[in-house]
């Protein structure tokens, strides 16, 4: 990979466990980019093995959380050989701003990456302020 | 970057990693460079039966036309890249984890490879790759004739 060691982090962070699960497979922090722009935020979330189906995104006061649940294949006469990485779930939680507007919040996967699109409420984006010449 | 050679080794992926991870500590000792970290990028895993093997791997959000795979004998050579998110004008990170950029590893397979019956899909950001053994790499099977 090119040259940022961050960006070698083969697996995410193991998420911590402030509830738990019912499912018995370990919970990962999804890395993500967020990208601000004029009228949005954008989060995106690498959460590979996550469909649709599998995606659940809460929206409770400020708290924005975002769940994966991913099933892991199962493989009959096929044995493990070689291990590098975990399935598991994903679950990251974002505090969000009145800057956004909660109503308008738009979510969709693609190829494992899930995509919210936050905009920008009307009043926090930048407004002109013309000066009066008296 | 080296060869990922295993055989016979069972499900213990910690064990594994921290051996890369002692492996690399090694080069770095005795070289005298940095060498990163985890370099292996994207992480794979491999299942074998009886006739192929199953090797998977998390690349998530990637076209899948920027994937090239090819075997010779019994390496399995897996390159690819990942473009980082186009910023619109006037755009900003405030976070950036995700990885970009190029990569490439080389795996060794438990077996020499059919090479003509690979198949490869990509699905949920999860590359499947099932890798036939070559017939004449098989065992045979010898009877033992008595008088």
């Known amino acids: 990979m090119a040259d940022r060691g ?52 809460n929206l409770e006061r400020d708290v924005l959380t975002i ?64 000066v009066k010449i008296e | 970057m080296w060869l990922t050679g295993l055989r016979g080794v069972d499900w ?3 064990v594994w990693r921290d051996l890369d991870r002692m492996q690399h500590e090694m080069d770095r000792l005795f070289t005298g460079q940095s060498i990163n970290y985890l370099q292996s990028f994207p992480a794979i895993n491999m299942w074998m039966s009886e006739n192929d093997v199953i090797l998977s791997s998390e690349i998530p959000g990637i ?12 390496v399995l050579d897996l390159s690819g890249s990942r473009v980082a998110e186009d910023l619109k004008e006037g755009g900003k990170y405030h976070r950036q984890e995700r ?37 004449a790499d098989k065992p045979r099977k010898i009877t033992v004739t008595g008088e």
Do not use: C, W
Not at chain 1, 9 to 33: G, W, Y
Not at chain 1, 47 to 53: A, I, L, N, S, Y
Not at chain 2, 125 to 130: A, K, N
């Open chain 1, 6 to 57: 961050k960006e070698l982090e083969v697996k995410k962070e193991q998420a911590p466990l402030d509830t738990e699960s019912l499912r018995n497979r370990p919970v990962f922090i999804p890395q993500v980019d967020i990208v601000e722009s004029k009228d949005l935020i954008m989060l995106i979330a690498d959460m590979p093995g996550v469909d649709e189906q599998g995606i659940d995104i």
């Open chain 1, 67 to 130: 769940n994966g649940t991913v099933e892991a294949p199962f493989r009959k006469d096929y044995r493990v050989i070689h291990a590098e990485y975990h399935v598991g779930d994903y679950r990251r939680s974002f505090t969000l701003t009145d800057a956004i507007d909660h109503n308008k919040i738009e979510a969709s996967v693609k190829n494992g990456v899930l995509r919210l699109s936050l905009p920008k409420a009307e009043k926090a984006k930048p407004k002109k302020i013309a």
């Open chain 2, 12 to 14: 213990m992926p910690d």
């Open chain 2, 63 to 74: 076209d899948p036309g920027n994937i090239e795979i090819s075997v010779e004998g019994d």
């Open chain 2, 99 to 135: 990885p970009h950029g190029t990569f490439r590893r080389k795996i060794r397979l438990p077996f020499r490879a059919q090479e003509d019956k690979i198949e490869a899909k990509y699905e949920k950001g999860i590359l499947t790759i099932t890798i036939p053994q070559a017939e």
